[in-house]
Protein backbone atom coordinates (compact mmCIF):
# COMPACT_ATOMS: atom_id res chain seq x y z
CA UNK A 1 0.00 0.00 0.00
CA UNK A 2 3.16 2.35 0.66
CA UNK A 3 4.63 1.45 -2.60
CA UNK A 4 1.47 2.44 -4.31
CA UNK A 5 1.24 5.64 -2.67
CA UNK A 6 4.79 6.45 -3.37
CA UNK A 7 4.29 5.67 -7.01
CA UNK A 8 0.82 8.03 -6.70
CA UNK A 9 2.67 10.55 -5.29
CA UNK A 10 5.62 10.30 -7.86
CA UNK A 11 3.49 10.51 -10.80
CA UNK A 12 1.54 12.97 -9.43
CA UNK A 13 4.98 14.89 -9.00
CA UNK A 14 6.02 14.54 -12.72
CA UNK A 15 2.85 15.62 -13.93
CA UNK A 16 3.31 18.77 -11.42
CA UNK A 17 6.81 19.34 -13.23
CA UNK A 18 5.69 18.47 -16.76
CA UNK A 19 3.07 21.58 -16.33
CA UNK A 20 4.86 23.95 -14.61
CA UNK A 21 7.55 23.69 -17.30
CA UNK A 22 5.11 23.97 -20.13
CA UNK A 23 3.48 26.68 -18.10
CA UNK A 24 6.89 28.70 -18.08
CA UNK A 25 8.17 28.21 -21.41
CA UNK A 26 4.57 28.69 -22.98
CA UNK A 27 4.88 32.33 -24.99
CA UNK A 28 1.80 35.08 -23.90
CA UNK A 29 -0.76 34.96 -26.75
CA UNK A 30 -1.01 38.86 -27.78
CA UNK A 31 -3.37 39.64 -30.54
CA UNK A 32 -2.89 42.29 -33.11
CA UNK A 33 -4.54 46.07 -32.18
CA UNK A 34 -3.10 47.73 -35.28
CA UNK A 35 -3.43 46.27 -38.66
CA UNK A 36 -1.57 47.36 -42.40
CA UNK A 37 -4.45 49.74 -42.81
CA UNK A 38 -2.64 52.17 -39.99
CA UNK A 39 0.21 52.54 -41.99
CA UNK A 40 -1.53 52.85 -45.28
CA UNK A 41 -1.86 49.40 -46.84
CA UNK A 42 -4.67 47.93 -48.26
CA UNK A 43 -4.62 43.96 -46.95
CA UNK A 44 -6.31 40.50 -47.09
CA UNK A 45 -7.08 38.54 -43.65
CA UNK A 46 -6.19 34.94 -44.29
CA UNK A 47 -5.86 31.57 -42.64
CA UNK A 48 -3.97 29.02 -44.49
CA UNK A 49 -2.94 25.17 -42.99
CA UNK A 50 -0.31 24.24 -41.24
CA UNK A 51 1.32 21.23 -39.46
CA UNK A 52 -0.65 19.25 -36.76
CA UNK A 53 -4.18 20.18 -39.03
CA UNK A 54 -3.42 23.81 -37.74
CA UNK A 55 -4.45 27.09 -38.95
CA UNK A 56 -1.90 30.42 -39.18
CA UNK A 57 -3.56 33.81 -39.46
CA UNK A 58 -1.62 36.72 -41.48
CA UNK A 59 -1.66 39.47 -43.84
CA UNK A 60 -1.27 39.41 -47.34
CA UNK A 61 -0.71 42.71 -48.91
CA UNK A 62 -0.33 42.24 -52.78
CA UNK A 63 1.52 44.83 -55.28
CA UNK A 64 0.18 46.45 -58.82
CA UNK A 65 2.22 44.84 -60.32
CA UNK A 66 1.49 43.79 -63.64
CA UNK A 67 2.50 39.93 -63.27
CA UNK A 68 4.59 37.75 -61.00
CA UNK A 69 5.78 39.77 -58.33
CA UNK A 70 8.62 39.34 -55.49
CA UNK A 71 7.92 38.20 -51.86
CA UNK A 72 8.46 38.34 -48.75
CA UNK A 73 7.21 36.72 -45.31
CA UNK A 74 7.42 38.41 -41.99
CA UNK A 75 7.85 36.51 -39.21
CA UNK A 76 7.91 37.48 -35.68
CA UNK A 77 9.43 36.12 -32.50
CA UNK A 78 8.69 34.70 -29.15
CA UNK A 79 5.13 36.05 -27.75
CA UNK A 80 4.98 38.51 -30.78
CA UNK A 81 2.53 38.55 -33.57
CA UNK A 82 2.41 39.89 -37.42
CA UNK A 83 1.77 43.55 -36.14
CA UNK A 84 5.87 43.42 -34.67
CA UNK A 85 7.23 43.69 -38.19
CA UNK A 86 4.59 46.37 -39.58
CA UNK A 87 6.91 48.76 -39.67
CA UNK A 88 8.66 47.22 -42.19
CA UNK A 89 5.48 46.71 -44.25
CA UNK A 90 5.61 50.21 -45.74
CA UNK A 91 9.34 50.66 -47.38
CA UNK A 92 9.24 47.09 -48.20
CA UNK A 93 5.39 47.54 -50.75
CA UNK A 94 6.79 50.74 -51.95
CA UNK A 95 10.24 48.76 -53.26
CA UNK A 96 7.47 46.61 -55.06
CA UNK A 97 7.37 43.31 -52.47
CA UNK A 98 3.97 41.23 -51.44
CA UNK A 99 4.04 40.95 -48.71
CA UNK A 100 2.66 38.02 -46.08
CA UNK A 101 2.82 38.62 -42.15
CA UNK A 102 1.94 35.48 -40.33
CA UNK A 103 1.13 34.67 -36.28
CA UNK A 104 2.75 31.22 -35.45
CA UNK A 105 1.29 28.89 -33.59
CA UNK A 106 0.03 29.43 -30.15
CA UNK A 107 1.13 33.46 -31.22
CA UNK A 108 -1.38 36.07 -32.29
CA UNK A 109 -4.62 34.83 -34.31
CA UNK A 110 -3.37 31.43 -34.96
CA UNK A 111 -4.06 28.35 -33.66
CA UNK A 112 -3.41 26.62 -30.56
CA UNK A 113 -0.67 23.74 -30.54
CA UNK A 114 0.53 21.43 -27.99
CA UNK A 115 3.44 23.84 -27.63
CA UNK A 116 5.34 26.18 -29.65
CA UNK A 117 8.87 25.77 -30.24
CA UNK A 118 11.14 27.33 -32.82
CA UNK A 119 11.09 24.85 -35.44
CA UNK A 120 7.43 24.80 -35.42
CA UNK A 121 8.03 28.36 -36.26
CA UNK A 122 10.20 27.17 -38.82
CA UNK A 123 7.31 24.84 -40.11
CA UNK A 124 5.20 27.80 -40.28
CA UNK A 125 7.40 30.01 -42.14
CA UNK A 126 7.68 27.06 -44.80
CA UNK A 127 4.02 26.30 -44.87
CA UNK A 128 3.61 30.18 -45.92
CA UNK A 129 6.60 29.94 -48.85
CA UNK A 130 4.29 27.07 -49.72
CA UNK A 131 1.01 29.35 -49.74
CA UNK A 132 2.44 32.12 -51.70
CA UNK A 133 4.16 29.70 -54.68
CA UNK A 134 1.17 28.60 -55.15
CA UNK A 135 -0.61 32.00 -55.74
CA UNK A 136 -0.05 32.99 -60.16
CA UNK A 137 0.69 36.69 -58.72
CA UNK A 138 3.48 35.72 -56.78
CA UNK A 139 6.83 34.95 -58.36
CA UNK A 140 7.87 31.35 -56.53
CA UNK A 141 11.44 32.23 -57.48
CA UNK A 142 11.46 35.19 -55.24
CA UNK A 143 10.29 34.47 -51.87
CA UNK A 144 12.32 35.76 -48.91
CA UNK A 145 12.03 35.87 -45.83
CA UNK A 146 12.55 38.24 -43.00
CA UNK A 147 12.53 37.07 -39.15
CA UNK A 148 13.10 38.31 -35.50
CA UNK A 149 14.93 36.62 -32.91
CA UNK A 150 12.93 33.24 -32.68
CA UNK A 151 11.70 34.01 -35.70
CA UNK A 152 15.25 34.95 -37.13
CA UNK A 153 16.57 31.65 -35.61
CA UNK A 154 13.79 29.75 -37.76
CA UNK A 155 13.95 31.77 -40.69
CA UNK A 156 17.91 30.20 -40.88
CA UNK A 157 16.80 26.79 -39.64
CA UNK A 158 14.03 27.01 -42.77
CA UNK A 159 16.75 28.15 -45.35
CA UNK A 160 19.24 25.47 -44.09
CA UNK A 161 16.47 22.90 -45.11
CA UNK A 162 14.73 24.36 -48.26
CA UNK A 163 16.16 25.56 -51.82
CA UNK A 164 13.50 28.02 -52.41
CA UNK A 165 14.02 30.34 -50.15
CA UNK A 166 15.82 33.56 -51.96
CA UNK A 167 17.18 35.53 -49.27
CA UNK A 168 16.61 35.43 -45.25
CA UNK A 169 17.23 38.60 -43.26
CA UNK A 170 17.77 37.55 -39.75
CA UNK A 171 16.81 40.17 -37.11
CA UNK A 172 18.49 39.64 -33.72
CA UNK A 173 19.02 36.05 -34.01
CA UNK A 174 20.62 34.00 -30.46
CA UNK A 175 23.51 31.85 -31.25
CA UNK A 176 22.28 28.46 -29.47
CA UNK A 177 19.07 27.72 -27.57
CA UNK A 178 21.07 26.52 -24.38
CA UNK A 179 22.97 30.10 -24.77
CA UNK A 180 19.53 31.59 -24.81
CA UNK A 181 18.09 29.33 -22.26
CA UNK A 182 20.77 29.70 -19.87
CA UNK A 183 20.61 33.19 -19.32
CA UNK A 184 16.39 33.05 -19.00
CA UNK A 185 17.43 30.81 -15.91
CA UNK A 186 19.55 33.19 -14.36
CA UNK A 187 17.35 35.96 -14.88
CA UNK A 188 14.38 33.41 -13.33
CA UNK A 189 17.07 32.74 -10.28
CA UNK A 190 16.37 28.72 -11.47
CA UNK A 191 20.09 27.17 -11.09
CA UNK A 192 21.06 25.51 -13.99
CA UNK A 193 22.64 21.88 -12.19
CA UNK A 194 20.75 20.38 -12.11
CA UNK A 195 17.34 22.05 -12.76
CA UNK A 196 18.38 24.15 -15.91
CA UNK A 197 19.73 21.03 -17.49
CA UNK A 198 17.46 19.00 -16.98
CA UNK A 199 14.43 21.10 -18.48
CA UNK A 200 16.15 21.83 -21.26
CA UNK A 201 16.66 17.87 -21.78
CA UNK A 202 12.99 17.87 -21.38
CA UNK A 203 12.68 20.08 -23.97
CA UNK A 204 14.24 18.47 -26.56
CA UNK A 205 12.55 15.59 -26.18
CA UNK A 206 9.24 17.27 -26.45
CA UNK A 207 9.98 19.39 -29.25
CA UNK A 208 11.86 16.26 -30.62
CA UNK A 209 14.96 18.09 -31.85
CA UNK A 210 18.58 18.47 -30.50
CA UNK A 211 19.19 21.84 -29.53
CA UNK A 212 22.87 21.35 -31.51
CA UNK A 213 21.11 20.50 -34.49
CA UNK A 214 18.42 23.37 -34.69
CA UNK A 215 20.93 26.58 -33.41
CA UNK A 216 21.61 28.91 -35.59
CA UNK A 217 25.46 29.07 -35.31
CA UNK A 218 25.56 25.59 -36.89
CA UNK A 219 22.14 26.00 -40.01
CA UNK A 220 24.32 28.95 -40.42
CA UNK A 221 26.79 27.09 -42.31
CA UNK A 222 24.06 25.51 -44.63
CA UNK A 223 22.16 28.60 -45.40
CA UNK A 224 23.16 29.21 -49.11
CA UNK A 225 20.84 31.65 -49.97
CA UNK A 226 21.86 35.07 -49.64
CA UNK A 227 21.62 36.76 -45.94
CA UNK A 228 21.45 39.55 -44.06
CA UNK A 229 22.05 39.44 -40.33
CA UNK A 230 21.02 42.45 -38.55
CA UNK A 231 21.08 43.48 -34.49
CA UNK A 232 21.50 45.62 -32.25
CA UNK A 233 24.09 47.23 -30.72
CA UNK A 234 22.83 48.08 -27.56
CA UNK A 235 20.61 44.53 -27.37
CA UNK A 236 20.58 42.89 -23.55
CA UNK A 237 18.62 40.03 -24.39
CA UNK A 238 20.69 38.63 -27.03
CA UNK A 239 24.19 40.39 -26.95
CA UNK A 240 26.00 41.89 -30.40
CA UNK A 241 28.61 39.37 -29.96
CA UNK A 242 26.27 36.44 -30.70
CA UNK A 243 25.67 38.00 -34.26
CA UNK A 244 29.35 38.44 -34.69
CA UNK A 245 29.54 34.42 -33.62
CA UNK A 246 26.88 33.59 -36.07
CA UNK A 247 28.47 35.44 -39.06
CA UNK A 248 32.00 33.69 -38.16
CA UNK A 249 30.31 30.42 -38.36
CA UNK A 250 29.52 31.02 -42.02
CA UNK A 251 29.97 29.19 -45.04
CA UNK A 252 30.78 31.73 -47.32
CA UNK A 253 30.39 35.90 -48.31
CA UNK A 254 26.96 35.04 -49.32
CA UNK A 255 26.08 35.62 -45.53
CA UNK A 256 26.67 39.73 -44.12
CA UNK A 257 26.51 41.41 -40.98
CA UNK A 258 24.44 44.65 -40.17
CA UNK A 259 24.91 46.02 -36.32
CA UNK A 260 22.79 49.15 -35.83
CA UNK A 261 22.11 51.30 -32.76
CA UNK A 262 19.60 49.50 -30.80
CA UNK A 263 18.00 46.76 -28.40
CA UNK A 264 16.44 43.74 -28.71
CA UNK A 265 12.85 45.39 -29.28
CA UNK A 266 13.84 49.29 -30.63
CA UNK A 267 15.70 49.92 -33.09
CA UNK A 268 16.59 53.08 -32.76
CA UNK A 269 18.14 52.96 -35.71
CA UNK A 270 16.29 50.99 -38.06
CA UNK A 271 14.55 53.53 -39.50
CA UNK A 272 17.63 54.94 -40.92
CA UNK A 273 19.19 51.78 -41.82
CA UNK A 274 15.97 50.05 -43.79
CA UNK A 275 17.36 51.16 -47.37
CA UNK A 276 20.02 48.87 -46.46
CA UNK A 277 17.52 45.81 -46.10
CA UNK A 278 15.57 46.83 -48.88
CA UNK A 279 18.46 47.02 -51.07
CA UNK A 280 19.64 43.76 -49.64
CA UNK A 281 16.14 42.34 -50.86
CA UNK A 282 16.10 44.39 -54.23
CA UNK A 283 19.33 42.56 -55.38
CA UNK A 284 18.51 39.34 -55.03
CA UNK A 285 14.31 39.07 -55.26
CA UNK A 286 13.49 42.79 -56.92
CA UNK A 287 13.44 41.24 -60.58
CA UNK A 288 11.94 37.46 -60.27
CA UNK A 289 12.84 35.12 -62.87
CA UNK A 290 9.70 34.70 -65.13
CA UNK A 291 10.29 30.73 -64.56
Not at 49 to 63: D, R
Not at 72 to 91: D, F, I, K, M
Not at 105 to 119: I, L, V, Y
Not at 197 to 211: D, Q
Request: charged letters at 20%; glycine letters at 8%; proline letters at 6%.
Amino acid sequence: MLALLGLVATIGLLAGLRWAIHRSLAPERIVETRTPADVGLSHQGITFPTENGKSLFGWFIPTSRVGRSPAVVLLHGWGGNAETLLPLAQPLHEAGFALLFIDARCHGQSDEDTFASMPRFAEDLGHAIDWLKQRDDIAPHAIAAIGHSVGAAASLLAASRRDDIAAVVSIAAFTHPVTMMRRWFAAKGIPYMPVGMLMLRYVEWVIGHRFDDIAPINTIRRVHCPTLLIHGGEDSTVPVSEAHAIHAARSGDHVQLKVVAGSHDDYADLDRELPVLVDFLLKIVGTPKTS
